[in-house]
């Protein structure tokens, strides 16, 4: 019975990392995208130092 709740505990403590992790990393890939028509449009600090150039209507760093 010992060997069960502890195998729940684990199993419970995993999805809770995984779920936060999934959350962080969805977040990180949202991060700032601008939409635009040409590259005067991106804004200049977007990607500082880098440039931001305007590919498929979204602002990109390069």
């Keep these: 019975m010992e060997n069960n709740k502890t195998e729940i505990i684990k199993f419970v403590y995993a999805m809770i990392i995984f779920i936060f992790v999934f959350f962080d990393?969805?977040?990180?890939?949202?991060?700032?995208?601008?939409?635009?028509?040409?590259?005067?449009?991106?804004p200049h600090n977007l990607c500082f130092p880098s440039k931001a150039v305007c590919i498929s209507s979204q602002c990109i760093c390069i």
């Excluded at 990393?25 to 991106?42: K, L, P, R």
Aim: hydrophobic letters at 45%.
């Design 25 to 42: 990393v969805s977040d990180v890939i949202a991060g700032e995208s601008w939409f635009c028509f040409q590259d005067m449009t991106c």
